[in-house]
């Protein structure tokens, strides 16, 4: 039996929504229902089999809307297979910022069965000056960083997990809602909503 996966990811200028692309795209692939969606539209959890929760990584946080997103629904996210993913900084010396300080709490308060970070995406145009700052601060890289074949590789591991385990559809056979309460399309296969 397929399951109904979130894939919920905060991204601030599209580089890790770009990985959540590949995660939704790859789970539904392999057979799963999926809905990829911001942590901000996600209202409840309670419908999905399983979740994989990402973030991009400023100054070594993951952004307020995952963090968020994750303590509004630790109790649900506890019952249910958990995946986290962190995008950042690709390159020596920033790569140390690509370690979000809260993310080893957050693991254990969600009994997240992994966690990986990603190489990400770096385009100074799209930065805020602050942003600039910091960047120019850790000298990191210019350009694509992210393996999208790594992405892939990594959610198919989640995709076999899922399928060994029977991970079931939640037996009301919703679709969820967003925040905004309207309801959710099952998804064969992403779209931001």
Known sequence: MRAQVLVAVASRHGGTWGIGEVVSATLAEAGHGVDLLAPEDVADVGPYGAVVLGSAVYLAHWLPAARDLAERHADALRE???W???SGLATQPAAAANS???LAALRERLGARGHRSFR???DRRVLTFAERAVIAGGR???GDHRDLAAVAEWARGIAATLADEA???PADGGTGTRAD???LLAL???GRI
């Open 80 to 82: 249910r297979p958990v």
């Open 84 to 86: 986290l993913l962190s």
């Open 100 to 102: 979000p300080h809260e």
């Open 120 to 122: 990400g995406r770096l």
């Open 140 to 142: 990191a890289r210019e």
């Open 167 to 169: 991970v079931h559809r």
């Open 181 to 183: 309460g309207r309801a």
């Open 188 to 190: 064969g296969r992403p």
